[in-house]
């Protein structure tokens, strides 16, 4: 453990004593920081760091620290809401609204058959949620199109590890970054994404001076500017990088070549994809100095312990995919995985996107099963009870599938779970004219801007208000205890699902009910046997246990009762073809192979090296949009800030969306810090003030993606580019291509006008009024000049949230 002490963060607002204090698990970031909830009077009134948890010791982000607001908005829904022939939403019974969704839901089945419903969901709700709707969409509704927002955060970390080892779950933890050597954080902004776990490794290399910190990112991010080595490359060029230091690797003679020759198949195409990237090609591509780039292949070709994590910058870009199988090709051709201090970290964004993916809430079966295998079919029908041949089979179906599908009239109804798609996802305006198109419910604490499609909207119990678990980026499960109950007319989202189930009459092929538990905790236990034997394998956890612990990793079975550091330790890795969760897919095209392909590759338990082809980016700058866009997130808020804007701090730190802009440009551009600016793309526009300075890198324009109310022009998704990874279908956000307007006022000089008195009119600078005009103060102004006037110069500022730099 890294951590050499405690501290307890503490937000709570009480008059009077606390009555009790919940255990219970932050569902903010993917960290997984264990937490207590404060109660008073039946009412949530704070939090407080859990200093028992080995995650956090006690300490919280500041996000985390503000969620329980939310639970206290005065806003929150506390009725169903139906869509009235006016078409307007209105106050319903929950036996009005539910009725409503199964009439739809069955009359959709009757008119388009199996898969024509889809359920879209999140990655901040409970296993047991995700378990149930992968149980009632398969085998209730027969339908393959369940995908959820886990797919625009951590799509990409299920499908290279599918690639490179045969099954889903990151091989590393945070106990090997407590002790590795070399820890490269590749496009992940841990700083700001995962604040709590960036103070652990930065309090351990204040101490030792180890991990030396690679960092990769286009930006000048608080990451960044803590990292040992910063590689900030250009856009879209991750795929060069890697390559060419992995040839670098190779040259250098640093390599594992009996790990290679015993534990893995393909290093000979995977040798020839890395050729061609000679040093002095990937500097040209990636904008990298050689000098670094070889400092870099002198830190990763040395060092015996190394962890690599990734996320957005890596998940949201062009060559995904690709990008962290090189990852995984990097650390298997040195031999450094399943030991102490090495592997590959593919990190989670939200707190419990993994258990989407574990317990088949999206895209693959339950428990890594592959639904192209007919071996697992049978066992999951036999697990549920069901006939094998109302299982759908085949590759799994993105939210970008699922568009394509409903524009087509192949979907007739969408259920969207926990997530807000009207700003989260790319090319906002296609998916909103998309969604209007079909019956869609909206399941949500709040009226998201999503509601602007919803035909149904059913009000769900927030954090805090319900029980279950949560599996964090680094396989811990960890409970979340209900502190209290959700508000009057408010249900859970496992509470709406069993009636869904039960009003359906979903049954198995015995006619019992299709689902027979009615607890969580209850579905839990269902859950643990279907996951006996399989690689996620939590047959040994109770909820007792996740508590008196505080969380385990799985696999928990008989053999290891306390959870699982690392996998891959006996360096037998999930690929056998009738075990293995997928049968992998075309590295460069993203076709699924068949089994006979599959098998034809003979891995048998080792690792596969895939070669990694260089894809650059669908969309790049052109002489219209001369700019690479990127967006992201900050770390004051929290996705679609549905929570996090509902928290007076947060909300004041961070009220509004703008522009970075490198102060090259703007001097190109003449503009003012602060000024409002217009960036459009070839999708759409927004209007948000200029931020000005050296974060970004020239020709790079940065805007963060938590704003999109109907109301304003902030939502960065109105420019974003709707391309996909071929393999993980995940959107590729931070790269399209933009440009930067200005959206002055004119005003023609009288001859009683003066410089001074235009900007006192206007009341701005004269230094900002000169600096927009490109004058002199000295400058002789004529009756009948135009001059430009910058709307606002206020410039933005945001503080510092860098409580790692005060630790010894």
């Known amino acids: 453990?890294?951590?050499?002490?405690?501290?307890?963060?503490?937000?709570?607002?009480?008059?009077?004593?606390?009555?009790?204090?919940?255990?219970?698990?932050?569902?903010?970031?993917?960290?997984?920081?264990?937490?207590?909830?404060?109660?008073?009077?039946?009412?949530?009134?704070?939090?407080?760091?859990?200093?028992?948890?080995p995650i956090n010791r006690g300490r919280l982000g500041p996000k985390g620290e503000n969620q329980w607001y939310a639970n206290n908005s005065t806003d929150r829904l506390l009725t169903p809401l139906v869509r009235n022939a006016s078409g307007e939403l209105e106050p319903a019974t929950w036996d009005e609204a539910m009725s409503l969704i199964v009439r739809k839901t069955k009359e959709t089945l009757a008119q388009k058959g199996a898969n024509s419903v889809a359920i879209y969901s999140t990655g901040q709700g409970h296993l047991e949620d995700y378990y149930t709707i992968g149980k009632i969409g398969r085998a209730g509704l027969h339908t393959h199109l369940l995908d959820a927002?886990?797919?625009?955060?951590?799509?990409?970390?299920?499908?290279?590890?599918?690639?490179?080892?045969?099954?889903?779950?990151?091989?590393?933890?945070?106990?090997?970054?407590?002790?590795?050597?070399?820890?490269?954080?590749?496009?992940?902004?841990?700083?700001?994404?995962?604040?709590?776990?960036?103070?652990?490794?930065?309090?351990?290399?204040?101490?030792?001076?180890?991990?030396?910190?690679?960092?990769?990112?286009?930006?000048?991010?608080?990451?960044?500017?803590?990292?040992?080595?910063?590689?900030?490359?250009?856009?879209?060029?991750?795929?060069?990088?890697?390559?060419?230091?992995?040839?670098?690797?190779?040259k250098a003679g640093r390599i594992d070549e009996a790990f290679i020759r015993n534990y893995t198949i393909g290093y000979d195409a995977m040798l020839a994809s890395v050729e061609e990237w000679t040093p002095e090609k990937s500097a040209e591509a990636t904008g990298i100095p050689l000098a670094q780039l070889e400092a870099a292949a002198e830190a990763l070709g040395q060092t015996s312990r190394l962890v690599t994590t990734t996320l957005q910058?890596?998940?949201?870009?062009?060559?995904?995919?690709?990008?962290?199988?090189?990852?995984?090709?990097?650390?298997?051709?040195?031999?450094?995985?399943?030991?102490?201090?090495?592997?590959?970290?593919?990190?989670?964004?939200?707190?419990?996107?993994?258990a989407n993916r574990t317990v088949g809430g999206v895209g693959t079966y339950p428990a890594h099963r592959n639904p192209q295998n007919p071996k697992h079919l049978q066992e999951m029908a036999r697990l549920w009870n069901v006939e094998e041949r109302v299982l759908p089979a085949g590759p799994e179906k993105g939210i970008e599938d699922q568009l394509s599908l409903i524009e087509q009239g192949k979907v007739g109804l969408f259920w969207n779970i926990g997530t807000n798609p009207l700003v989260s996802l790319p090319n906002r305006t296609r998916v909103k004219k998309a969604l209007e198109s079909v019956f869609v419910v909206v399941q949500d604490p709040f009226l998201t801007e999503t509601a602007a499609v919803a035909d149904v909207i059913l009000p769900a119990a927030l954090w805090g208000e319900k029980e279950g678990?949560?599996?964090?980026?680094?396989?811990?499960?960890?409970?979340?205890?209900?502190?209290?109950?959700?508000?009057?007319?408010v249900r859970s989202d496992f509470d709406i699902l069993l009636d869904f189930a039960r009003r359906m009459d979903f049954r198995d092929k015995d006619g019992r009910p299709l689902i027979g538990y009615d607890s969580p905790e209850a579905c839990f236990e269902e859950?643990?046997?279907?996951?006996?034997?399989?690689?996620?394998?939590?047959?040994?956890i109770t909820y007792d246990k996740l508590e008196r612990h505080n969380g385990l990793r799985w696999p928990v079975t008989e053999e290891a009762p306390l959870g699982t550091p690392r996998l891959y330790a006996d360096l037998r890795f999930r690929t056998e073809a009738d075990d293995a969760q997928s049968y992998t897919k075309d590295q460069f095209t993203g076709r699924p192979l068949t089994a006979s392909e599959y098998a034809e590759l003979k891995p048998d338990g080792r690792a596969?090296?895939?070669?990694?082809?260089?894809?650059?980016?669908?969309?790049?700058?052109?002489?219209?949009?001369?700019?690479?866009?990127?967006?992201?997130?900050?770390?004051?808020?929290?996705?679609?800030?549905?929570?996090?804007?509902?928290?007076?701090?947060?909300?004041?730190?961070?009220?509004?969306?703008?522009?970075?802009?490198?102060?090259?440009?703007?001097?190109?551009?003449?503009?003012?810090?602060?000024?409002?600016?217009?960036i459009s793309s070839p999708r759409g526009w927004i209007e948000v003030p200029a931020n000005i300075g050296n974060a970004v890198q020239k020709g790079l324009i940065f805007v963060p993606f938590h704003y999109g109310s109907w109301d304003g022009h902030q939502a960065a998704n109105e420019l974003t580019a709707d391309f996909v990874d071929p393999l993980s279908k995940q959107p590729t956000f931070k790269q399209s291509a933009c440009k930067i307007e200005k959206i002055r006022?004119?005003?023609?000089?009288?001859?009683?006008?003066?410089?001074?008195?235009?900007?006192?009119?206007?009341?701005?600078?004269?230094?900002?009024?000169?600096?927009?005009?490109?004058?002199?103060?000295?400058?002789?102004?004529?009756?009948?000049?135009?001059?430009?006037?910058?709307?606002?110069?206020?410039?933005?500022?945001?503080?510092a949230y860098r409580p790692y730099l005060k630790q010894v």
């Not at 490269?184 to 991990?211: D, I, S, W, Y």
């Not at 910058?313 to 650390?331: K, R």
């Not at 005003?747 to 009024?769: G, N, S």
Request: charged letters at 20%.
């Open 469 to 489: 678990t949560m599996e964090n980026a680094d396989r811990t499960i960890n409970l979340l205890r209900k502190a209290v109950d959700p508000p009057e007319g």
């Open 1 to 53: 453990m890294s951590w050499i002490d405690e501290r307890v963060d503490m937000n709570v607002y009480t008059q009077g004593d606390i009555d009790r204090w919940v255990y219970s698990t932050c569902n903010i970031c993917s960290v997984g920081c264990g937490c207590h909830i404060a109660v008073k009077d039946n009412k949530i009134v704070g939090i407080r760091g859990n200093a028992a948890h």
């Open 313 to 354: 910058g890596t998940f949201q870009s062009a060559d995904a995919t690709t990008a962290c199988v090189d990852i995984n090709n990097l650390h298997l051709i040195r031999g450094l995985i399943g030991k102490p201090g090495c592997g590959p970290l593919h990190m989670a964004g939200q707190p419990s996107s993994s």
């Open 149 to 250: 927002n886990t797919r625009l955060c951590t799509a990409t970390t299920e499908f290279c590890l599918l690639q490179s080892f045969g099954a889903d779950g990151t091989p590393a933890s945070y106990d090997d970054v407590d002790e590795t050597d070399v820890l490269m954080l590749f496009g992940h902004n841990l700083a700001e994404t995962g604040t709590v776990l960036f103070e652990r490794v930065l309090q351990r290399k204040k101490r030792t001076g180890k991990p030396y910190l690679i960092v990769v990112d286009p930006r000048l991010t608080p990451t960044a500017k803590e990292a040992d080595l910063h590689l900030q490359l250009y856009p879209g060029t991750n795929v060069p990088l890697l390559n060419g230091l992995i040839r670098m690797i190779v």
């Open 527 to 540: 859950w643990k046997a279907v996951s006996r034997g399989r690689p996620c394998d939590m047959s040994g």
């Open 608 to 678: 596969i090296l895939h070669p990694t082809r260089y894809s650059p980016p669908p969309e790049q700058p052109t002489a219209s949009y001369p700019f690479w866009l990127t967006t992201g997130r900050l770390v004051w808020h929290w996705h679609t800030r549905t929570k996090t804007a509902r928290s007076p701090y947060l909300q004041a730190i961070a009220p509004n969306a703008y522009a970075e802009i490198n102060e090259e440009d703007a001097e190109a551009l003449s503009l003012l810090p602060g000024e409002l600016v217009r």
């Open 745 to 799: 006022h004119s005003h023609a000089l009288t001859r009683e006008d003066t410089l001074q008195t235009v900007a006192d009119h206007y009341r701005i600078r004269l230094d900002d009024l000169l600096k927009a005009n490109r004058l002199k103060a000295d400058h002789a102004v004529q009756a009948g000049q135009t001059l430009e006037i910058p709307i606002s110069a206020a410039n933005v500022t945001l503080p």
